[in-house]
């Protein structure tokens, strides 16, 4: 292995570099009985994050112009809160939040293929908590949805 190998394995992360050595880990979801690809397979990053920001763009923009009147260091608290109560409603009652509806996601339970209200809540808190959402496992879930047996997919 010259340099530019090493350097580009360490570069695309360990599991790169063991696919490359020959291990096979399969598809995104493949453990968990979800297509490879349409509807209901696992979310992408970048749809999750777009649903994401589209959800808190709307939460700043309703705590800057309802709540706070322009008084910049209390929004951010406000948008918090009108994220946790935005999140629990529309993903605790329909599954998916107005940013998962217009990128096309849902959120399901493993077990059932629904979200009850009780497991959106644990979901939304640790959402809320920042930390658990940026653990993901081999999937692409992160820690609150494994806490929750919930996953993201596309409708």
């Known amino acids: 292995m010259d340099n530019r190998q090493a350097i580009g394995s360490w570069l695309s992360g360990p599991r790169a570099a063991m696919e ?18 349409g509807p209901g397979s696992i979310a992408r990053p970048g ?39 935005m999140s629990l409603l529309t993903v605790g009652t329909l599954g998916f939040s107005p940013g998962k509806r217009l990128f096309g996601l849902r959120v399901v339970a493993l077990d059932t293929g629904t979200v009850n209200p009780l497991r959106a809540a644990a979901r939304t808190v640790l959402l809320c908590l920042a930390v658990p959402a940026l653990i993901w496992d081999r999937d692409g879930r992160g820690l609150h949805d494994r806490v929750a047996r919930t996953v993201e997919v596309r409708m």
């Open 47 to 85: 749809r999750r994050l777009g649903a994401l920001a589209v959800d808190w763009g709307l939460c700043v923009l309703i705590a800057y112009s309802l709540i706070t009147h322009g008084y910049g260091p209390a929004t951010s608290n406000w948008a918090l809160l009108i994220f946790l109560v």
């Open 20 to 37: 490359d050595a020959g291990a096979d880990f399969g598809y995104r979801g493949e453990q968990l009985g979800l297509p490879e690809e």
